[in-house]
């Protein structure tokens, strides 16, 4: 039996280094759970381990890695359960006011959209007037772009999951038309119904779109011109930056297209799916 223990211990000791070395530094677990893991072996279990081998301990807390109880999310949850939380999140997304200034301006709030089943995940920066509008991230024109992008890859709208970092429409006072980039504290408050967002989807890949949204989850960084293409981690998911659809609709040479395409050629080729012949040569010149 204590080979077994040893294995067993042995195994969760590589899982949380593993965790620890893709970036991860809180890793959710259910209040039984952890109650279970701080009582000491059985003492007829703990005395055949020990008369092989000193007995191993696993400290819970480890650096830049702790365990952290989280009673509506285990790590494994239910389809039903991973449902439910989702909806309770976008309630309460819905009707926060923690930026009065956004809170009072805004006409809906662009939560999310897509499948909460995703292994591919776009974030972006913030709602703009027509994603204000119709309470839905990326609709306008830089949207259906997006949607074309992704419709190129072989994949839908509704297979993904896109969403901002703010919810909220950064607001524009003594302006009738145009956008503003959120600012620092605004995307700091609202971030965390994002990191919800992941941790529930959990992706296999996330797609950071423009200079904002990679300053927003990476900080301030060499910036988008020669970070995008290289891929980086976010709560211990591969992150791929590139270039904000709007980008491309006011810079359309074939060759900016193209570095688009090879960001998103890398992130098929990091989720392995089927890349065609006539999908590499996209935006090249022929």
Not at 20 to 42: D, F, Y
Not at 64 to 90: C, H, I, Q
Not at 176 to 197: D, F, V, W
Not at 229 to 240: N, Q
Request: positive net charge; aromatic residues 6%; contains cysteine.
């Amino acid at each position: 039996m204590s080979a077994d223990y040893d294995k067993l211990l042995d195994a969760t000791i590589q899982h949380l280094e593993d965790l620890k070395s893709r970036g991860v530094r809180n890793v959710a677990i259910m209040p039984e759970t952890l109650h279970t893991l701080a009582r000491p072996p059985a003492k007829s279990f703990q005395s055949k381990a020990s008369s092989v081998q000193p007995q191993k301990t696993l400290e819970l807390k480890t650096e830049n890695l702790k365990l952290e109880t989280s009673p509506a999310l285990d790590s494994r949850p239910s389809a039903l359960d991973k449902v439910s939380a989702f909806a309770a999140l976008r309630e309460r997304a819905l009707a926060c006011v923690k930026c009065p200034h956004l809170a009072s301006s805004r006409k809906n709030v662009a939560f999310g959209v897509g499948s909460i089943d995703a292994q591919l995940m776009f974030v972006g920066e913030a709602p703009g007037a027509d994603e204000d509008e119709q309470g839905e991230p990326f609709v306008g024109k830089a949207g259906q772009l997006l949607t074309r992008i992704i419709q190129a890859t072989g994949l839908s709208r509704a297979d993904v999951y896109i969403a901002n970092i703010l919810k909220c429409r950064p607001d524009t006072p003594g302006q009738s038309a145009g956008n503003r980039k959120p600012k620092p504290e605004e995307m700091a408050t609202c971030i965390p119904y994002l990191h919800e967002q992941i941790d529930l989807i959990r992706p296999k890949v996330i797609v950071a779109l423009g200079a904002t949204a990679v300053e927003g989850l990476l900080g301030k960084t060499l910036g988008i011109t020669k970070l995008r293409g290289t891929w980086k981690t976010y709560r211990g998911t591969p992150l791929m930056p590139t270039y904000h659809p709007a980008y491309l609709l006011r810079n359309q040479a074939m060759s900016e297209k193209r570095k688009v395409w090879e960001d998103m050629l890398a992130v098929m080729e990091k989720l392995e799916m089927p890349i065609s012949e006539k999908q590499k040569r996209f935006f090249l010149k022929t």
